[in-house]
Nanobody
């Protein structure tokens, strides 16, 4: 099982990026998918999740980020707009079968991080 996250980079404040997370060895449609982020020196925090048709977002990204999935491509996306310097972090995708969407311990599989840097 592998989750491959990519799409990070350097962007100016107010800009946009789309992160992708491609899965192999599992069918994303059978899992709830989440995005987390971890800034330097901070704990990993919940960003967004999609389970079936339901989506949930951290208050800090609500209205700016959108999580979506393409089952045919077995890929989940995180569209990020109106980026702020405080969004700078390594972003991780993860898959879970059950449990709380905001809890890192409830996720079964993790991708490697993709770094997003937002300059002011």
């Amino acid at each position: 099982v592998q989750l491959q996250a990519y799409g990070g980079g350097l962007v100016q404040a107010g800009g946009s990026l789309r992160l992708s997370c491609a899965a192999s060895g599992l069918t994303l449609n059978n899992y709830a998918m989440g995005w987390f982020r971890q800034a330097l020196g901070k704990e990993r925090e919940f960003v967004a999740t999609r389970s079936g048709g339901n989506t949930y977002y951290a208050d800090s990204v609500k209205g700016r980020f959108t999580i979506s999935r393409d089952n045919a491509k077995n890929t989940v996306y995180l569209q990020m707009s109106s980026l702020r310097p405080e969004d700078t972090a390594a972003y991780y995708c993860a898959a879970r079968k059950s449990g709380d969407y905001y809890s890192t311990s409830d996720y079964n599989y993790w991708g490697q991080g993709t770094l997003v840097t937002v300059s002011s």
